[in-house]
């Protein structure tokens, strides 16, 4: 998803949307998206070896056209809301947008690091970014953007 797409879809998503699933808001949604995307470059996860399950999972996610499965907790969540962090959603679409930028940055000065994902192990750049792209879409399109 390229930065002026997210902007607009961004845009388009409001205090009043409703979610076609799930009991998110749209603040958490763009809360929880901020959250996945800091995983990536700056909130180290415990280093874990994956099992057997977790790499297929891996690999219908991120190398098949399997779309984010409906209904998946995050890991370590017990599937109740999270507690808001931002004080709106505005300022909350601000993190987020500023977050991928840091995110672009971090393995733009370092393209070969793996860093860990809580369930799918550790992931490349490019893993990253496949993950994203279907996680961006699944939220968004939780919300109809």
């Not at 002026?4 to 998206?33: N, R, W």
Request: aromatic share 10%; charged share 25%; glycine share 6%.
């Amino acid at each position: 998803m390229t930065g002026i797409d997210l902007q607009q879809k961004l845009g388009l998503l409001t205090e009043a949307s409703e979610a076609k699933f799930g009991k998110m808001t749209p603040q958490h949604m763009v809360e929880h998206l901020t959250l996945t995307v800091k995983i990536a470059y700056k909130i180290k996860w415990p280093e874990f070896e994956a099992n057997e399950n977790q790499l297929a999972q891996k690999e219908m996610l991120l190398n098949t056209n399997m779309d984010f499965p409906i209904g998946l907790k995050a890991p370590g969540s017990d599937g109740e809301l999270m507690q808001l962090k931002y004080s709106g959603l505005e300022e909350a679409k601000e993190h987020l947008l500023r977050s991928i930028q840091e995110y672009h940055d971090f393995f733009n000065t370092q393209p070969e690091v793996l860093t860990v994902h809580p369930r799918l192990c550790w992931l490349t750049y490019s893993e990253w970014e496949r993950f994203h792209e279907k996680h961006f879409k699944h939220h968004l399109g939780q919300f109809g953007v």
